[in-house]
């Protein structure tokens, strides 16, 4: 193999590249010519190594993690790499099923910087000493290239969606999803600022706003929590009525009145974009101090951010339905044995009560009347109970008639009254319960206090039922 030629033919129209990705895949094309190889350059575009030229092969990577794999590796430390065999390196990443050799060298810029990585993947015999100079020396002028038109090339706007859509669908809190809706518009749409408006039990809202909200976005905040629900509600309808628009005009021509609150903002341009559906979803409104003209691209691959901004948060509130369904009882809404043992675990010596209650003569409910006159029981039991405690204080449906309430209280007669408080509220609904009380020692285990809060409620039992019994500090 003449590697002298090898560089000739694939250098040879660098200089006529009028673009980062023509003088890549010019490249790697040429390169393939002479070298029965699987070949690629891969970038480093925004947070990522992009894979902006390569041949065929079983699999090509759009695009991988600076430091994950082989090309990760060469990328971050800017030394080649040279494998004779790749079933030895834990960091390879199959591309083809029968490879079995790989040289991959760094692009560098002419300081010496790594831009990206030229790698060189075989399937047969090979001598990789000559290919890696080879490869090197090729990487350089590649480099160079790069380089003089521009440097890497910038993410597309669809790039850039895609890749905030992945930080949506990651978010695990509202909070987050909303953030991260915000920096995509603004991120995909250039212009400076963004605003969420959704549904909520008392009409539109105000989505959560970033943590660091730009200076129109505050504005356009203010303005908008100023002007009201009514405002929010018409700004909502009209972007589900007429679907997606952009725009507030050219100058000189005045806004339509939903969008005053906007101009006074200092709002020029404007694009509203619907989210979800009209009775329960909102709008994404994206916005620039300056007059622009927003391409219809640009509008459309909003409308895509708003559809998947709405689905991740239809999907977090779907998960939160079910965390809260799996931490219930479903028979009265209480919370259930799961919680209340990672409740009771966080109990505060001497200010944690715990009160154990029993349902007096429930059996006989059941065997008289039957278990769907005992659930009917139950569920006036519980909301009655519910009432009858504080703002703050927690109550768990642990067994088939026995409840936990678990309070915090300066003193142990206070436990003492709240209990009491129950007693009478089950009274007032025709039914008794047995109440022991007992408040968590230095160094007692949560469960060790629920005993000593069981064990009251027996002497309660054995006494006569329809009581309260505090248990020995």
């Not at 890549?24 to 030229?53: E, G, K, N, Q, Y």
């Not at 010496?112 to 490869?135: E, F, S």
């Not at 691209?297 to 369904?325: P, Y």
């Amino acid at each position: 193999m003449d590697h002298e030629r090898v560089i000739r033919d694939v250098t040879v129209r660098l200089p006529m590249a009028s673009t980062v990705v023509e003088a890549c895949r010019w490249t790697v094309t040429a390169l393939a010519r002479h070298a029965p190889a699987t070949i690629s350059v891969l970038l480093h575009v925004h947070d990522r190594l992009r894979c902006v030229a390569a041949t065929g092969s079983w699999q090509v990577f759009s695009t991988v993690p600076p430091k994950t794999g082989i090309v990760g590796r060469v990328y971050a430390s800017g030394e080649t790499a040279v494998v004779p065999d790749v079933a030895d390196d834990p960091d390879y990443i199959p591309v083809r099923p029968d490879v079995t050799a790989e040289v991959c060298v760094p692009v560098l810029d002419p300081a010496g910087r790594p831009i990206g990585v030229l790698d060189l993947q075989w399937c047969g015999p090979v001598d990789l000493g000559p290919w890696r100079a080879t490869a090197e020396r090729l990487a350089s002028r590649l480099g160079a290239r790069i380089v003089a038109l521009g440097g890497p090339p910038a993410e597309s706007r669809s790039e850039k969606l895609l890749r905030h859509a992945a930080a949506l669908t990651s978010a695990s809190t509202e909070w987050d999803l909303f953030a991260a809706a915000i920096a995509a518009a603004r991120d995909v749409s250039t212009l400076s600022a963004a605003v969420l408006v959704l549904a909520g039990p008392d009409g539109p809202r105000l989505g959560t706003p970033p943590a660091t909200p730009g200076e129109l976005e505050a504005r356009i905040r203010a303005e908008l929590t100023e002007a009201g629900p009514a405002a929010l509600d018409r700004l909502v309808a009209r972007a589900h009525h007429h679907g997606v628009g952009y725009t507030l005009g050219e100058a000189g021509h005045p806004p339509i009145p939903d969008h005053r609150p906007l101009t006074r903002a200092g709002v020029r341009t404007l694009v509203a974009a619907p989210v979800g559906q009209a009775d329960d979803g909102g709008v994404l409104l994206v916005a620039d101090e300056r007059l622009l003209r927003p391409d219809p691209t640009t509008v459309n691959l909003l409308e895509l951010l708003a559809g998947q901004a709405w689905s991740c948060l239809d999907r977090l509130r779907s998960l939160a339905r079910l965390r809260e369904q799996a931490n219930s009882d479903p028979l009265t809404g209480l919370r259930h044995t799961g919680p209340f043992g990672r409740r009771i675990a966080v109990a505060t010596p001497g200010r944690t009560a715990l009160l154990a209650i029993d349902v007096d003569g429930f059996k006989s409910v059941n065997d008289t009347y039957g278990h769907q006159a005992g659930d009917r029981v139950l569920v006036r039991l519980a909301r009655a109970l519910e009432g009858a405690l504080r703002h703050g204080d927690e109550l768990y449906r642990v067994g088939g008639d026995e409840f936990v309430a678990v309070i915090e209280v300066s003193r142990p007669d206070e436990a003492v009254r709240i209990a009491e408080r129950l007693n009478e509220a089950a009274r007032s609904i025709g039914r008794t319960i047995s109440v022991g009380v007992a408040l968590p020692r230095p160094g007692e285990s949560p469960e060790a206090t629920l005993r000593r809060a069981d064990q009251a409620l027996y002497a309660v039992k054995r006494h006569g039922r329809d009581g309260v019994r505090l248990a020995p500090a």
